[in-house]
T-cell receptor, first 112, second 114 residues
């Protein structure tokens, strides 16, 4: 079965600094990888996805992610963090049955 | 994209009772999914609900506890039966298109069982 792992429960960065939220994957075949964000008391919002093509994927709110096949990673990045980026971030993989399998989540805190 | 409406958005229920959560989508979709998100944790798939067939449940979830209906391509319900405090969670409805497309989520139902 497909799976993803997020090795960090918590990431803290200062506003204006670059941020990275890590994700590694384990799939058979071609991976369909996704990032979602969850703000307090809100549902999940789609940020970006990798299906095929360029390894650097750009998404919403200035986020991007780099697909690295040799390292089986799909890290989420942003060049300059905002306080409003503070939220819970989930990496996900599309399963063979088309449902989503989620990582444990990483809580990002951006401090002013 | 798809717009998903979930009802209720939150509820506080007595143990031993049941709650039915509704999920309405603004377009016809083949695949609908129900997830549970326990406090501070990730999303766990409960079941896949496809129209015209019985729901497929993941390990650890059973139909008697979480009966699901899928009467048409835009609507589904999840019932949490005989509730206990351990059922306190956020329950989310999700829809997805074909392989390689992203999934969309409702706002969730925050359930507290007392």
């Amino acid at each position: 079965a497909q799976s993803v792992a997020q090795p960090e429960d918590q990431v803290n960065v200062a506003e204006g600094n670059p941020l990275t939220v890590k994700c590694t994957y384990s799939v058979s075949g071609n991976p369909y990888l996704f990032w979602y964000v969850q703000y307090p008391n809100r549902g999940l919002q789609f940020l970006l996805k990798y299906i095929t093509g360029d390894n650097l994927v750009k998404g919403s709110y200035g986020f991007e992610a780099e697909f690295n096949k040799s390292q089986t990673s799909f890290h989420l990045k942003k060049p300059s963090a905002l306080v409003s980026d503070s939220a819970l971030y989930f990496c996900a993989v599309r399963n063979n049955n088309n449902d989503m399998r989620f990582g444990a989540g990483t809580r990002l805190t951006v401090k002013p | 994209s798809a717009v998903i409406s979930q009802k209720p958005s939150r509820d506080i229920c007595q143990r031993g009772t049941s709650l039915t959560i509704q999920c309405q989508v603004d377009s016809q979709v083949t695949m609908m999914f129900w997830y549970r998100q326990q406090p501070g944790q990730s999303l766990t798939l409960i079941a896949t609900a496809n129209q015209g067939s019985e729901a497929t449940y993941e390990s650890g979830f059973v139909i008697d506890k979480f009966p699901i209906s899928r009467p048409n391509l835009t609507f589904s319900t999840l019932t949490v039966s005989n509730m206990s405090p351990e059922d306190s969670s956020i329950y989310l409805c999700s829809v997805a298109g074909g392989s390689g497309t992203e999934a969309f989520f409702g706002q969730g139902t925050r359930l507290t069982v007392v």
